[in-house]
């Protein structure tokens, strides 16, 4: 009888174009301009050949906007589940008061339902930012869990990396500073856990999986920044990644974002994003190289079908 695999979940987080515009500071985000009618066809077949499905964490502000509803509900067509990645993805979400936290997550709660016919009980922040106000507005509404959190060692050095390719001013830079978390992050645990919130009740934590002891980054976009560097290597990075989690009995939480999967040749105005300068096509093989090593190793699934699924017995940590 064959072993059976352990589980991972794969989600893919659904910035928009001018999303990155917005953070890296360049004019015209504001008419909110969109690549998604490019980007989600490119996806849906890919996960099609490899027979995955996923949960695609959505901006409110893109299912707002009504010429992109048709392209949104074809994420629920195609059998994919849809989560919630606030309203506005500002990554400073965690300054905002829990008034307002509230209002973004009903917002894009209602513009996600109004898009593609799904009311969202799942969660991650615009830049992995969360807050305990946050987490006490989820366990509120009923959601079942929160995906926010980017347990590394290594994010004030991405800081570092946007801001020097950024034309960010200074106060910009400084509503940005804990852009992809704090350094305190990096003690969470890699597996899913409990937050127990003030009230007592329970808040499953599913963070984003980095490798387990070296908490360093091992999602989709870092392959492709080694693979620029040689395929070869990628592979080996992501298989010693896969290692550790399975050494570490740590079942994996992938993630993926639309940049991805498309290059400049699709989106010329991101190409100050690193990993732009290779093609899509290029993109997509890397990415069903990737996903077929995973596939291999684990039983892929989308996140609120992992969340079901894994043990109950966890880890709890006191907000
Ligand atoms: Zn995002």
């Not at 209602?110 to 305990?132: C, D, V």
């Not at 804990?178 to 009230?199: M, V």
């Not at 080694?226 to 990075?237: F, H, R, T, W």
Request: hydrophobic share 40%; charged share 25%.
């Amino acid at each position: 009888m064959a072993k059976k695999k352990m589980l991972a979940s794969v989600s893919l987080d659904l910035d928009d174009k001018w999303s990155y515009m917005k953070v890296h500071g360049d004019a015209g985000w504001e008419k909110f301009p969109s690549y998604l009618d490019v980007v989600l066809p490119i996806t849906l077949d890919a996960l099609d050949r490899l027979g995955i499905k996923i949960t695609f964490f959505i901006v409110g502000q893109d299912a707002a906007i009504e010429k992109n509803h048709a392209i949104l509900k074809m994420i629920v067509d195609r059998g994919h589940e849809v989560a919630n990645h606030s309203f506005h993805h500002e990554s400073w979400l965690k300054t905002y008061s829990k008034e307002k936290i509230e209002a973004e997550i009903v917002i894009a709660e209602e513009a996600i339902l109004k898009a593609t016919g799904k009311r969202t009980n799942m969660f991650r922040g615009p830049g992995f930012s969360w807050s305990n106000d946050l987490l006490e507005v989820l366990q509120k509404r009923n959601y079942i869990f929160d995906a926010s959190l980017l347990p590394t060692y290594i994010s004030p050095l991405m800081r570092k990396y946007y801001f020097w390719k950024s034309k960010l001013s200074k106060e910009e830079k400084e509503s940005r500073k804990e852009l992809f978390g704090s350094f305190k992050e990096s003690f969470y645990p890699l597996k899913p856990y409990n937050w127990k919130l003030p009230n007592k009740k329970d808040l499953l934590e599913i963070p984003v999986t980095t490798m387990p002891v070296f908490k360093i980054p091992f999602h989709q976009s870092y392959l492709i920044y080694i693979s620029n560097i040689s395929q070869g290597l990628m592979k080996m990075y992501l298989r010693f990644a896969i290692f550790m989690c399975k050494l570490t009995k740590t079942p994996p939480s992938y993630l993926l974002h639309p940049l991805d999967l498309i290059g400049s040749d699709h989106v010329p105005e991101l190409a100050f994003f690193p990993g732009m300068n290779i093609q899509s096509e290029q993109k997509v093989k890397i990415f069903e190289t990737a996903m077929t090593i995973l596939k291999n190793n684990f039983e892929l699934l989308p996140m609120g079908e992992f969340a079901e699924r894994i043990s109950k017995e966890r880890k709890t940590i006191q907000l």
